[in-house]
């Protein structure tokens, strides 16, 4: 079956812009992740929803970033304003349960690689 | 903030020799796991330790767990070149959703 997806794979925004990027996971998981990767360092947790649930936002860096999953399906991450500090590379993973990462296994999707110039 | 901290930072050695990667983290945990992280596949969950275990095998890996010391290993044995990637430990976070992820171990397997 088909994995996570992520669109767009690649965004070059001007500093100031707003963006969207978009997580398909995979059908019928009940938890969506999205975390933020610096070049050269590890993934940074950023926000997780149970279903259409939002219940932990606390990575979230500032009001600028705001997460969706109305459906409990596709999940889309926007950034308001961007700035430079938000280059980076934004990946989502989904998993089929509900109990958290330390229980479900979770499926990274490419990740969508965002320059803000 | 990252809590688990890899070493090596970089690692180089020929294919069929055996490479060990080291992670250390701070506060008490529940688990740990490794990733590995290409471009090809980008991240993959490798292979999950509890506290009350200290080692567990999967294929070629093996990884080992010292609560103690607060620090994990990954061994994987007889290389080949598609384990050239960079490798990440991640501990249970502040909360049930989070993983908290050191910043990586690059390995490459030279032919």
């Known amino acids: 079956g088909a994995g996570v997806s992520q669109s767009p794979r690649y965004k070059v925004a001007k500093r100031g812009q707003d963006v969207a990027l978009r997580c398909d996971p995979i059908?019928?998981?009940?938890?969506l992740f999205w975390y933020q990767q610096a070049l050269g360092q590890g993934p940074e947790f950023l926000t997780y929803f149970q279903n259409e649930a939002q219940l932990d936002k606390s990575g979230l860096p500032s009001d600028r970033f705001f997460a969706e999953r109305p459906e409990g399906s596709v999940s889309t991450l926007k950034i308001q304003r961007t700035q430079q500090e938000d280059s980076a590379v934004y990946l989502c993973a989904s998993s089929q349960g509900g109990r958290g990462p330390s229980t479900d296994t979770q499926y990274f999707g490419p990740g969508t690689r965002l320059t803000v110039l | 903030s990252q809590q688990g901290e890899e070493d090596p930072q970089a690692l180089s050695i020929q294919e069929g020799e055996n490479a060990t990667m080291n992670c250390s983290y701070k506060t008490s945990i529940n688990n740990l796991q490794w990733y590995r992280q290409n471009s090809g596949r980008g991240l993959v969950h490798l292979i999950l330790?509890?506290?009350n275990e200290r080692e567990k095998h999967s294929g070629r890996l093996r990884v080992t767990l010292d609560t103690s010391k607060k620090s994990s290993s990954l061994l994987i044995t007889a290389s080949r070149a598609a384990d050239t990637a960079s490798y990440f430990c991640?501990?249970?976070?502040?909360?049930?959703?989070?993983?908290?992820w050191g910043a990586g171990t690059k390995l490459i397997i030279k032919p």
């Open positions: 059908s019928g998981h009940v938890s």
């Open positions: 330790i509890r506290s």
């Open positions: 991640a501990t249970d976070g502040h909360s049930n959703y989070q993983l908290i």
